[in-house]
């Protein structure tokens, strides 16, 4: 199936392993030329010369999506590499755990800064070209806990509904000029962040890594965690020639976790 990314240029946000890298790697192996994004020189120097190797047009870009006070300059430098840049993902590591009553206000700015603003300053800098040239994508990662809460994820349960409320609303101000603008959902994926957040969970119940990560697994239908490739196949559709009619959804890819419609 041609996916009509041949030639695309996508920057992926958090590339240097786990979701994001296996999204700059299906994206690449469509044809895109791809720039990688995250914090880490030398993860990103072996990824990138692993893609290269492999026959992906793949660049980088250190950067920590924190610092939103730069990130103009970071799109303006990631549109500079081939000139335009025609899809946009943005994903950073989830928020930490925490108590409801117990986050500080630095948390909630540190995790809105990282979560939300990265998001919405990176698609502010990059869609006008998108919209001037009638084709463009952009594709939010953010977590099953946009429809329903996650125990213990506040930060998330909170930051990220903010992405999909912003989303959906600039979707259908981008929709008549050919930008799409929609998220997916992911559920419990195996990734670094997986193992952090079986470890933490372990600690607080004072129980087994192995028996919280069963009972974990255990809420998901299929009865496992996703695999990263699984989360990057549902973005290069969103990304596609195939979905320019899909914009401003919510896309689930958690192996039947959510209990919604």
């Known amino acids: 199936m041609d996916t009509g990314l041949r030639d695309r240029v996508a920057l992926v946000c958090g590339a240097s392993r786990g979701i994001g890298l ?3 790697e299906a994206l690449g192996r469509e044809g895109c030329r791809v720039v990688l994004v995250a914090r ?10 692993r893609l290269r190797r492999a026959g992906v047009q793949a660049e980088s870009l250190v950067f920590d999506l924190s610092r939103t006070g730069e990130l103009p300059r970071m799109a303006e430098a990631a549109a500079g590499l081939w000139g335009r840049v025609d899809i946009l993902v943005n994903n950073t590591g989830g928020p930490p755990p925490g108590d409801p009553l117990s986050v500080s206000a630095e948390s909630w700015l540190a995790v809105f800064r990282q979560t939300f603003l990265s998001a919405e300053t990176l698609t502010r800098c990059l869609v006008g070209p998108m919209a001037d040239r ?7 990662l953010t977590s099953v806990s946009v429809r ?3 125990t213990g994820l506040v930060l998330s349960n909170s930051i990220r509904l903010a992405v999909v409320g912003w989303a959906k609303t600039l979707a259908r101000e981008l929709a ?16 670094a962040r997986l193992e ?4 933490s969970r372990a600690e607080a119940e004072r129980r087994d890594p192995v028996a919280v990560f069963r009972d974990m697994t255990a809420d998901v239908p ?4 996703g695999e990263p490739e699984e989360i990057a196949s549902a973005v290069v559709f969103l990304a596609s020639a195939h979905a320019s009619f899909v914009t401003g959804v919510t896309l689930p ?9």
């Open 22 to 24: 296996a999204c700059a």
């Open 148 to 150: 329903q809460p996650v």
């Open 196 to 199: 952090s957040l079986v470890a």
């Open 253 to 261: 890819v958690d192996g039947g976790q959510d209990r919604g419609y």
């Open 222 to 225: 299929m009865g496992r965690p």
């Open 134 to 140: 009638g084709w463009g994508r952009v594709v939010n």
């Open 40 to 49: 880490s020189a030398d993860r990103l120097s072996a990824e990138v010369g």
């Open 176 to 191: 008549p000029l050919g930008v799409t603008v929609n998220c997916i959902a992911t559920g419990m994926t195996r990734t």
